[in-house]
C-alpha cells in the first residue's frame, strides 16, 4: 500500500481540506474458476495490494474526482449525476455514487481523491478496490454503513449496471470481508462463507503472463453458454437441478451423451471445480499444503483442458513453476485466456522462485512477465 501520510499531504494540497482516509486492496483467486455464475464456490484472497481513497466535503455542489494514477481531475454536479458510464476511469467511482443515489440518498458534494498500487488490468481487482475504497469513503460522509454483504453488492451493481461490465460478486466480496493471513471460501448462492488459515510461511506469488487472448464470440459469454446448455439437459432429468452448482458427476455420466461435446467439457469442469474449491478449503483448514498443491494443480488442468480457458503461455508459466524449489501449487487465476496465474510458495524461496520463473518464461515465450510476490491480507478499512 502506498503511504497514507503522503497520500494526505497529497489530498490537503489539491482541495485543501483534510480527508478522512479508507483502503480496500485487490485480490487473487487461489482456486474456484467460473464456478461463480453457477452458483458453487470460490476461494480467494485479498492481497497486500491496495486502492487509497481520500474523501472530504464540500459546499458548491460538486464532486470533484482525482486520481493520482491517472494525475487527471473530473468533476460532476451533485444536482446532474451522470446514468451511465462513459468510458473512463472515473466511471468506476462514480458508479458507486451512482447506486448510493438510487438507493435514496441526497449525495453531497465532495473531494474524493484516488491513489492505488494494485496493477490496473491485470487481473488483480484494481477496479473491486476503487469502487469499495469509494464506497467506504462516501458511506462515512453519508453516515450510512452498509454491511459486508450489501457493501459488497453495492460495487458490483456500480461495476454491472454503470461501468458495464459482468462481473461476479468474488472481486467486491473479497475486498470487503479479506483477512490477513486467511484464504475465503466463499459460496456465490448465499454469500456465506469460511476463512481458512494459510500459514505465515507460505506466500503467493503471481507471474502476469503479460499476455490477454480474445476468443471469437467472447470468452466469458460462449462458456457460459456451454456450460448453461448442460445444466439445461440434466434439469430435463432432475428438475431440482437449477444451477450446475446443484449437478454431479454422475449426472454427466448418465446423461452426459445428450450434450454437445464442449457443453459436456465445460459442465465437467465446473463441477468438478465446485469440489475442488471444498476440498482445497478443507486442506487449507487441516494445514495439508502438499494437498492444497494437488487440487490447484488439477484445477489448472481442468481449466486448460476441459474448460479450454489457458493458452499456451499460462500453460507454460505453471508447467515452468513444477520443479521449481519452493511450489506448493501453481495455477492459471482469474477468467482465463491470458493474465496472471498464482503460486504458492514457501516465503523462504519466493524471491529465487519468481526470479528463476521469469528468467524460464522469458527464454521460452519471450515475453518478460511481471512477478508479484504477496501475502494474504485484511480487507477494506478505514485509516488511522
Ligand atoms: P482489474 O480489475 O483486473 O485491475 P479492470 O479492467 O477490471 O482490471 O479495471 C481496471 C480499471 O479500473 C482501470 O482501467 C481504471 O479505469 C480503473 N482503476 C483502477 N485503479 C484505479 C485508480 N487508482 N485510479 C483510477 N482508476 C482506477
Ligand atoms: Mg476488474
Redesign the pocket.
Known sequence: MHDPAEFRSLHLDRFQAEPALFAAPGRVNLIGEHTDYAEGFVMPAAINFA?LAGISPRSDGKIAIY?E??REERTFDTSALPQQGSRH?SD?PMGVVHILAGEGHAMPGFSLS???D?P?????????S?EVATALAVESLLGVHYPGPGLARLCQKAENQFVG?SSGIMDQFISVNGKENHALLLDCRDLSYKLAPIPDCVALVIANTMVKHSVAGGDYPTRRRESESACAVIARHRPEVKFLRDATLEDLERWGQEMQPKALMRARHIISENLRTVAAADALLRGDLKELGRLMAEAHWSYSRDFEASCAEADAMVELAQDLPGLIGARLTGGGFGGCTVNLVEQKDAEAFAATLGERYTERIGIVPQMYICHASGGAHRVA
Open positions: 486502492t486520481s494514477n491517472y476511469w468506476y484516488l491513489w492505488g494494485v490496473l488490468g491485470s487481473g488483480l481487482s484494481s477496479s473491486a476503487v461490465a
